[in-house]
């Protein structure tokens, strides 16, 4: 039996957000993402920009550049994740097989729903339209490969000026001649260095990639190229992974200027592994194993890591290692280009409560009290209201 | 000194009093056992300076006299002793004792009695009574539950509290709380508190003996120690300072969940559990279900570990309430169930995060009381 599996996709979801929260910006070159002065790039840009020949992870100065009337809007991530929950919450109506691949992105496995593909895709298409007011694409294949290619050919082929609002099926059977005059570029996998080696071999389409013969292909690109010849005949077996096992949490900024400051470089820190804190516990995960990352100015970069006693999800706990970690790391007069705190070593978090918090040998209670007002603070009324006396400049 | 003695009784005695030997003090002596004639006995006493704990077995003395003898070659050389009648002589100039017992004659160098801390004899006149059983099984259920962590000095004994005619032992290790009333037959005078160490009381009732149908317990005013005496011995213990935590405000006095079921089997079902889970995070999760009309409620006791696998256990239950699951440390609810007596026991909790309480169902106007309360594992942050 053949599976139906669809790839959903938010059109400029960033933007889309935007302009549903200010319609006023329906129609103008806009982009979300950093400030171009401050090495700033383009999360997101709207149709209208894109005719300009501006596309996301282009840095915003360029864009400016392409288009000098550009509004740009700094990102709102949380407004973001809101709504994009919202969405991932109406997917999960229609079928608990939903693998999300990113913010915006996820695969749905509908083979034991009675209706066809497409209708399931126009259906979600008008639910995520009509109760939150944003555009999609989808594509509908029988495996994640084809439905992911479809709805980009898809969106790509859309001839309106706006969002595309695409749906794209290619029936059972057709995988391999879809795929057949696309370039090698279009799979997964296919970089612009194997993209070159293919060329010199005469590949250029994955038409003629599925005909080379497999043996010559892994001779030439070893296990890589088992896989480009499986997939180019529009194969692909792999299911939608609805549980996905995340084995570190990290997060890292680079400064808008090199930082030769001791003091603020710490405050970024301290600031980053605040966020981690944050995210292993609303993840609900403990992990041992502290890591920092430091880039300096001439791009070399250096990752240092300890392993704690315990396993810990407390800002205060991950902000002591870190800090630690930088001691050892930090040579005065090197500016610091770029800094990241990760937590990984994840043990399941389970914690023997005591019965008597302050008597038990684990003052972690008292902190962990502490650490649930401030998130709770923070979660009503915004990061800033809760500062370390430390961040007060 | 010279007295002879059964090789039998000798070795009891020695394996009574040579658990409070302290062989590695700074101070030689402690590894040596007093050996001392007294009033027609032969009295043997050992001490760390926190347990000290004295032993008379029947002997015939022929020249009083005291030494204190390596407690160690002493005990392993009694223990291979094959005839019954043991001669000891002292050569009080030299410390050697000589031991004769049949064909074996030995002689064993000794530290003069003088350097063995005196043991004061304390008035024993306004002493508490108490009966043996109640007060083994008191302590065989409460100090368990002690902590071993010496940072704490506090939590590694047990709380004795006298009220009247009614007595308490609380023992609690920061996890959990043991807590076991029992009625005196005479009433104390004046009420007391104390805080002792869990050891000593373990000693105590490891050398209570069956002929013995009461001890005596008496805390000297202001001298920090209490003092438990028995027919034939008697056991000395320093007081742990400081006060103990209010055990009575962690005692819940509701449940939402009220679980009853056979002690044997929970236990049983424990004890597999923790086969499992002893290889990793020690947690036994009991899935407590209500029954209906036409089935009885269950309690899943559930193990597991990444390297040896899962088990599973069903045990019947009467249910009260709703509905829960919780975790404990699987080896706690083990010591738990294993010194409870009636067959039914009860489990009582209001949430996962709550602490359980587990009680001995009693039958119809028994008295004593015994309550013992487990903080949960909480799994998730």
Same mark, same amino acid.
């Given at each position: 039996m053949h599976r139906k599996i669809l790839h959903l996709d938010l059109d400029a979801f960033f933007c889309a957000v935007e302009e549903l929260k200010d319609p006023k910006l329906q129609g103008k070159p806009f982009a979300v993402g950093g400030r171009p002065e401050t090495r700033g790039v383009v999360a997101s840009c709207s149709y209208v920009a894109r005719r300009y020949g501006i596309h996301s992870a282009m840095p915003m100065a360029r864009a400016v550049k392409l288009c000098p009337d550009l509004i740009i809007i700094s990102s709102r991530y949380r407004d973001y994740s809101k709504i994009s929950k919202k969405v991932m919450d109406n997917v999960h109506d229609l079928t608990p097989l939903v693998e999300q691949i990113s913010i915006d992105e996820a695969f749905l496995d509908c083979t034991d729903l009675p209706e066809t593909g497409k209708y399931v895709a126009s259906q979600l298409q008008t639910i995520i339209r009509e109760r939150i007011g944003l555009p999609c694409s989808l594509g509908v294949a029988t495996n994640k490969l084809i439905a992911k290619i479809a709805n980009n050919f898809g969106k790509a082929s859309s001839k309106y000026?706006?969002?595309?609002?695409?749906? #794209?099926?290619?029936?059972?059977? !057709?995988?391999?001649?879809? &795929?057949?005059?696309?370039?090698?570029?279009?799979?997964?996998?296919?970089?612009?260095?194997?993209?070159?080696? &293919?060329?010199?071999?005469?590949?250029?389409?994955?038409?003629?990639?599925a005909n080379y013969p497999e043996a010559d292909l892994v001779r030439?690109?070893?296990?890589?190229?088992?896989?480009?010849?499986?997939?180019?005949?529009?194969?692909?077996?792999?299911?939608?992974?609805? #549980?996905?096992?995340?084995?570190?949490?990290?997060?890292?900024?680079?400064?808008?200027?090199?930082?030769?400051?001791? !003091?603020?470089? &710490?405050? #970024?820190l301290r600031k980053l592994s605040e966020n981690v804190g944050k995210r292993l516990r609303r993840a609900n995960k403990c992990g041992r194993t502290i890591k920092i990352k430091l880039r300096w100015s001439d791009f070399s970069t250096i990752t240092r890591q300890l392993t704690l006693d315990n396993p810990t999800d407390q800002d205060l706990s991950i902000i002591h290692a870190a800090e630690n970690l930088f001691e050892q790391s930090w040579c005065e007069g090197k500016a610091v280009r770029l800094i990241g705190v990760g937590v990984s070593g994840f043990v399941p978090p389970i914690r023997q409560l005591t019965l008597w918090d302050e008597l038990s040998g684990h003052e972690n209670a008292k902190d962990n009290k502490l650490q649930n007002a401030i998130d709770n603070l923070r979660d009503r009324f915004g990061d800033k209201i809760v500062q370390r006396a430390s961040d007060l400049s | 000194m010279r007295a002879s003695v059964l090789q039998e009784n000798l070795a009891h005695g020695l394996s009574i009093v040579s658990r409070a030997v302290s062989p590695r003090s700074t101070l030689p002596v402690l590894a040596n056992i007093l050996v001392a004639t007294d009033e027609g006995r032969l009295r043997l006493s050992a001490t760390n300076l926190e347990l000290g704990i004295t032993c008379w077995i029947g002997a015939k003395i022929h020249e009083e006299g005291s030494t204190t003898v390596p407690a160690r070659t002493f005990t392993d050389l009694v223990g291979t002793l094959s005839e019954s009648h043991v001669d000891m002589a002292l050569d009080v100039r030299t410390q050697t004792l000589n031991l004769r017992c049949g064909a074996s004659n030995n002689d064993l160098k000794c530290i003069d009695s003088q350097e063995f801390p005196p043991i004061s004899v304390e008035d024993l006149s306004d002493g508490l009574e108490i009966n043996v059983a109640d007060l083994k099984e008191m302590i065989h259920q409460v100090a368990f539950a002690a902590s071993t962590d010496e940072a704490r000095p506090i939590l590694t004994g047990v709380l004795i509290k006298i009220n009247n005619d009614k007595i308490t032992m609380a023992a609690a290790d920061g996890f959990r709380l043991s807590v076991r009333y029992a009625p005196l037959s005479s009433s104390a005078s004046l009420p007391i508190s104390a805080v002792i160490p869990a050891r000593a009381l373990s000693e105590l009732a490891r050398i209570v003996e069956d002929g013995d149908q009461t001890v005596t317990m008496t805390m000297p005013p202001g001298r920090g120690r209490v003092v438990f005496q028995l027919q034939n011995a008697e056991l000395v213990s320093q007081l742990i300072e400081g006060s103990f935590p209010d055990y009575e405000q962690i005692i819940p006095h509701s449940y939402e969940t009220r679980a009853v079921l056979s002690t044997s089997a929970f236990l049983k079902a424990c004890k597999q559990a923790e086969i499992f889970a002893r290889e990793g995070s020690r947690i036994a999760r009991l899935k407590i279900e209500p029954g209906d009309e036409?089935? *009885?409620?269950?309690?899943?006791?559930?193990?597991?570990?990444?390297?040896?696998?899962?088990?599973?256990?069903?045990?019947?239950?009467?249910?009260?309430?709703?509905?829960?699951?919780?975790?404990?440390?699987?080896?706690?609810?083990?010591?738990?169930?294993?010194?409870?007596?009636? *067959?039914?026991?009860a489990l009582e909790t209001s949430a996962d995060t709550s602490p359980g309480v587990i009680r001995p169902v009693e039958a119809e106007g028994e008295h004593g009381e015994f309550i013992h309360v487990i903080m949960p594992m909480h799994l998730g942050s």
């Open positions: 000026a706006g969002p595309p609002n695409a749906i #794209t099926v290619i029936p059972p059977g !057709q995988e391999a001649s879809f &795929l057949s005059p696309m370039p090698v570029e279009a799979l997964w996998g296919v970089g612009p260095k194997t993209a070159e080696r &293919l060329a010199e071999l005469g590949i250029t389409t994955i038409g003629t990639m030439i690109l070893g296990k890589h190229g088992h896989d480009l010849s499986v997939r180019s005949k529009g194969i692909d077996e792999r299911p939608i992974i609805t #549980t996905h096992e995340v084995k570190s949490i990290s997060n890292e900024t680079t400064f808008t200027s090199d930082l030769l400051d001791k !003091q603020s470089i &710490l405050r #970024t | 036409l089935e *009885p409620g269950t309690v899943e006791i559930q193990g597991q570990s990444e390297e040896t696998g899962s088990s599973e256990n069903v045990v019947d239950a009467t249910i009260e309430g709703t509905k829960l699951l919780i975790a404990f440390n699987v080896g706690f609810l083990r010591e738990v169930l294993d010194v409870i007596n009636t *067959p039914n026991v």
